[in-house]
């Protein structure tokens, strides 16, 4: 993984009496440039999570000529399944003079380059409430991904 050393830095405002986050966002390279030339790749450290995550930022074309519009911002999770396939839709309305969307920025929130592969444990540890029993569900989604050969035994 190679690292074009930019790290933007951003002081987060936050309500009364709660301290102020540093936000550190660092570009990694290499990015979706060549597939979707709108998106930038981000991994960011969290101090709460303790953990790093990717943000895909994908703005609007013509987004640094519009320097006084301002765009919405939708926010996705689990981009490491989802931004593939909606990055194109995102994209595609921009052009479509038919289209009544407005255009918009789309952050995709995922797993960092290097835990995206244990996206079913992290996912656990992200959603399930500390000291709730893991669904049935889950294991069942992991022994039919292990029988389709998608993953190892161990690795489940």
Do not use: C
């Amino acid at each position: 993984m190679e690292n074009n050393k930019t790290i933007f830095k951003e002081e987060a405002t936050t309500q009364k009496n709660v301290p102020s986050l540093e936000v550190n966002l660092e570009e990694i390279i290499p990015s979706f440039q060549t597939v979707f030339p709108q998106t930038r790749y981000f991994e960011i450290d969290s101090k709460i999570a303790g953990n790093r995550f990717s943000a895909w930022v994908t703005v609007p074309a013509g987004y640094d000529q519009q320097k006084s519009e301002s765009f919405p911002i939708v926010y996705q999770i689990d981009a490491n399944l989802y931004f593939p396939s909606t990055a194109p839709f995102h994209l595609a309305t921009h052009g479509d003079i038919m289209s009544t969307l407005r255009p918009f920025i789309l952050v995709s929130i995922g797993y960092s380059q290097e835990e995206s592969h244990r996206w079913d444990w992290l996912r656990v540890r992200d959603l399930v409430p500390s000291g709730d029993v893991v669904p049935e569900i889950f294991y069942q989604t992991l022994d039919g991904t292990v029988q389709a050969g998608l993953m190892s035994q161990e690795e489940s």
